[in-house]
């Protein structure tokens, strides 16, 4: 199955930039300004990595093994902690910048921004609960290819409901297009690999 991940790996380097070059077009390059929100995406997917490798390693070595209902109460209090202290200490004392008048150039009410944050949270809830359940069956590296194939979709979802003039930068690029199609690829050659594997043990 090192085929597969390899694939994934290739995929996820095109879009992000192998051979250089961005989905802007003009260019072809790193928008200006962007660095930090893709250092801070970079380091969102390492941290996801190291929260994988370390469910593993807890459901590994402790006896008995925490249920996955326990793992997620206790990520989720960390969640709740570390989200509130940047929301006290960086949302709130910004908030007419950051929230009332990007809320009132929206034309968006607060009750409609609240509906959305609520779905937003319910989603993510059943989110992180497939995803712990796949964690637990399959492994961290399951779960990063999952994730991998999970943002190609995302990017020719948002290609086919948001594309326009107005937001070139939902569109999908050839590079980009090629990042999905082998990044997908990958992730069906490591689920069929896989039922392969399966299949010849239970021959045996």
């Known amino acids: 199955q090192i085929a597969p991940v390899g694939m994934v790996l290739l995929g996820i380097l ?12 003009k260019g072809d390059g790193l928008p200006p300004g962007q660095a930090l929100g893709y250092a801070a995406l970079f380091g969102s997917g390492l941290g996801y990595s190291c929260l994988g490798v370390v469910y593993d390693r807890l459901v590994a070595t402790e006896d008995p093994a925490p249920s996955h209902g326990t793992i997620m109460l206790h990520a989720g209090r960390i969640g709740l902690w570390a989200s509130s202290l940047y929301q006290m200490g960086w949302t709130l004392p910004r908030w007419q910048q950051l929230v009332a008048a990007p809320l009132a150039a929206s034309g968006a009410s607060p009750a409609g921004a609240l509906a959305a944050f609520a779905l937003f949270g319910a989603v993510y809830v059943a989110h992180t609960f497939a995803q712990g359940v796949v964690q637990r069956a399959e492994g961290a590296l399951a779960v990063g290819l999952v994730s991998a194939v999970r943002s190609a979709v995302v990017a020719i979802a948002a290609a086919l409901l948001f594309c326009s003039p107005a937001a070139p930068w939902q569109c999908l690029t050839p590079r980009t297009a090629a990042s999905a199609a082998v990044v997908t690829l990958g992730g069906v050659t490591w689920v069929l690999s896989g039922r392969a594997a399966a299949g010849k043990r239970k021959a045996e």
Request: hydrophobic residues 25%; proline residues 0%.
């Open 14 to 25: 095109l879009r992000g930039g192998l051979g250089g070059g961005g989905a802007g077009g």
